[in-house]
Each structure stands twice: as C-alpha cells, then as structure tokens.
C-alpha cells in the first residue's frame, strides 16, 4: 500500500502575480515550512478553489492537514501561530496590535485607494494620487529611524507592505504616474532596498519583467491606456 | 486627581456596534474604563488628535496606548486581560473566528443593510442576495448555543453587535423581515441565546432610539 502523506501537509491555492498570495509564500519560506503550491486561473475557477473556500471564492487559501483558511491576514496569523520558528508578530501585545492595525490599513485604505488611480486621468487621477500619498505617509513616518516596519527585521506588516514596494511601486511605470517619488518618500525607498536585501523576498515576488508585461497585458484586456 | 496607568478609557458612539462590542469585551473582563460619548458627526479635537488615521470611533486608550479598528482592539483586549478568553486558542478555530466575523463586518453589514437601503435592484431582490449571506452564518451556528461554543467568543461579540442590535432594528424601520424564523431557525436561537446574556443586555443601544437612527442613517444612504 502505498505511504500516506506526511500529517504536515500543506498546500496554497495561489496566483503568481497576487500581492495576497506571495504574502503567504513569504511567510511559508521565512518558516522553512515546505508546501505544494497550486496556481489558480481566477479567471476561470477550478471546482477545488470553489470548494475549499464557498464564501469569497478567492486566493489565497491555506489547506494544512485538509482544513482550509482563506484570507490573507487571517492566514498569516495561523501560520505564525502554527509554525513558531522566525515569529513574524511581536510578543509585545500592544507591538502585536499595532501590526495587525497597520496591516490592516495598507489593505483596507493604501491598497483599496491606490487602485483607483488605474484607468483615471486628469484631474480625477490627481485627486486619487493625493489620497493614496497622504495614506503612505503614515507608513513613511512609520518607517522613520527604522530598517522595516517591523523594526530591526522583517516582520508581519512587512510582509504584508510588500504589496506597495513590489506591486503599486511596480504599476507606476505602466500607470505613467509616480505615485511614490522618492523626494517625497524618501523612508519608503529606503525600505524597499533593505528588503529586496532579504533573500526571502527575493525569492518570493514575481519576477519582474514577467510581472510588467502580465500587468500591462491585464490592463489592455480592460482596455485600459498604459504608458 | 493624577490618572492611574491601569485607567481605560474608550471613546465610542452610542449607536455604533463597532462601538458596542468592545464595551461588551470588556464588560466581560470586569475592566473598569471611562467610556466617552464622541460626537461622529461634529468630531471632537480629541477624537482627530487621538486617531488622526481613520478619525473614527470605537478608540480604545490604555496605559498611554491608543488603538482603533474594533477586531483589533478586540484581539488587544484578549491578550492583556486573560480571564474569560473571547478568541479560540487553537490556532484554526481561532482563524475561522477572525474569518467569519470578517465576513460579518466587511460583506454581511453593507449587503444586508446598505445595499437593501438603496435597493437599487429591487428590495427583494437585495434581500435575496442577503439571505445568502445568512445561510453562511445559520450553518455555522448550526448545532451550537452561541458561535464561540458553550459561551460567547470574538464571533458572537462582533456578530451580535451588528445582527439583532444594529441591522434588525435598521430592518424594523424599513419594514423588512431579512432573517424569519422559517428559513434561518439556528441564528434565531442564537439571538435568543444572546438575549439571555446579562453583560450582552447592558451593552445594546436601546430599542427605540436606535430605530430612530436606522431610519435616519438609511435616509442618508438614499440620498447619497
């Protein structure tokens, strides 16, 4: 009969140029916690994505002994509580709660705003420019004094913030606006130095010029203009 | 009188049950706090200095830290004062707590509530779309006195502060019975289960006033 796989079995539904679901491969890797990575067109869901998570029909999803967690927040926690090695949120409770507030906040605010400035133009496009700035300053007073937003080393908002360094910061060629220049972010671009001087991350983000052309190819699709 | 370290303050809205919850945590704990009425429409100097991110209520001070953001505070809450857990310690209990109650705020609320006020396709079919929502949660409860188990937990706190104190009274005013006891029996018991809950009873708006200002906040949403 043949061996039943280890009880340790973990999978990730993912998608390659997801900002959600690099999150959780970062963290997987920083834990040394070895899992099967299942690439899902979410243009055309599979029946097992649809399964495992019924409610948002979204990635990421974790599957860790057959039980599966969506949500990308909710997913990092789980792995910082289930594999203790290299810990990701401080023990600190109030350091604890402000990561999970400031995680929160890229998604919820930085995230959900910068989007808008695709396919905007003129004055419309200023306006949502000027509100995704005055969100990342607060991460750039956060990171005053600091070599992550973690402190002394990468840790949960990190991770989480990745989605600005390596995706909005990204889009800002194709989108032909620089929402992050470095005269008025000048923390912000030290940061994202000092992390694309981690291996992990190095590792982990799509690889650039693939991510370029996947972005500008999405954006033609929704017949978007890029520059 | 020289301010204690240990003094909890929290500021809120009476109508808020992102305010709500946190009183019913800590009412929970037997932590004494200073709770301070905010005025969300004309904000205090001290509501803007205090969360300048998001110049939003519930706020949650304690020994000098200032938090926001309700699930957060909650989750802070559980970790300084031990007794009376309201989070799983299992690790994947705990996830599918924050999961759910997530679900809760982020698609339940605006689905069940702001999206039925503006029916812009149609009331019933808004209640349809809601209803489906509630499924998710009538199975969860399925078999369960309260979504935390025996007792309440994270789940029943951020659930039943939105669900039968704050959207069934918006739903009263609209005239609308989203979650009849036919179709959604398990959820009906859990909120006569809540009901029953002392610390639950002392920290829902009162009825009729919070009718009154359903009424108003779905004026606003209509004519937004």
Request: glycine share 0%.
């Given at each position: 009969m043949a061996e039943r796989s280890n009880s340790e079995e973990v999978k990730l539904l993912g998608m390659w140029a997801s900002p959600f679901s690099r999150r959780i491969e970062i963290a997987l890797t920083l834990k040394g916690v070895s899992y099967e990575f299942l690439e899902q067109d979410i243009t055309n869901k599979s029946s097992l994505l649809l399964q495992l998570n019924p409610v948002n029909k979204m990635i990421p999803v974790l599957v860790h002994n057959g039980k599966p967690i969506s949500e990308s927040l909710v997913i990092l926690e789980y792995i910082d509580e289930t594999w203790r090695d290299n810990p990701i949120l401080p023990q600190d409770p109030y350091e604890r709660t402000m990561a999970r507030f400031w995680s929160k906040f890229v998604d919820e605010q930085i995230y959900v705003t910068a989007m808008k400035v695709v396919g905007k133009t003129g004055k419309e496009r200023d306006a949502v420019v000027e509100a995704t700035r005055d969100l990342l300053m607060f991460l750039e007073k956060e990171l005053v004094g600091k070599d992550f937003l973690g402190g002394k080393s990468l840790g949960f908002v990190d991770i989480v913030a990745t989605l600005v360094a390596f995706w909005l910061m990204r889009t800002e060629e194709i989108v032909g606006v620089k929402v992050v220049p470095v005269e008025k972010f000048p923390e912000i671009h030290r940061w994202v130095k000092n992390l694309l001087g981690n291996d992990v991350i190095k590792k982990c983000i799509p690889p650039e010029d693939e991510h370029l052309k996947y972005i500008r190819a999405r954006m033609e699709k929704l017949n978007i203009k890029s520059a | 009188m020289a301010e204690k370290e240990e003094d909890v303050k929290l500021l809120g809205f009476w109508a808020s049950p992102f305010t709500r919850r946190v009183e019913m945590a800590l009412k929970l704990k037997g932590v004494p706090y200073e709770y301070l009425e905010q005025d969300i429409v004309n904000k205090s100097p001290l509501l803007l200095q205090i969360n300048p991110v998001y110049k939003k209520v519930p706020v949650l001070v304690h020994k000098g830290n200032i938090l926001s953001e309700s699930h957060v505070i909650l989750e802070y809450i559980d970790q300084i004062w031990k007794?009376?857990?309201?989070?799983?310690?299992d690790p994947y209990e705990k996830a599918m707590a924050l999961f759910w109650a997530k679900f809760v705020d982020e698609q339940v609320g605006p689905v069940a509530f702001m999206s039925v006020a503006k029916a812009e396709k149609g009331v019933e079919v808004a209640i349809k779309e809601a209803q489906e929502l509630f499924m998710f949660l009538e199975k969860e409860v399925t078999g369960k006195d309260f979504f935390g188990g025996k007792t309440i937990g994270f789940l029943d706190l951020v659930a039943g502060s939105m669900i039968p104190f704050c959207l069934a009274r918006g739903w009263e005013g609209m005239g609308i019975d989203m979650i009849p006891e036919e179709k959604f029996p398990e959820l009906n018991r859990w909120i006569k289960n809540l009901k029953e809950i002392e610390i639950v009873r002392e920290c829902i708006p009162p009825r009729e006033e919070q009718i009154e200002h359903m009424k108003k906040v779905v004026e606003r949403i209509k004519s937004a």
């Open positions: - | 007794n009376n857990p309201i989070l799983p310690q």
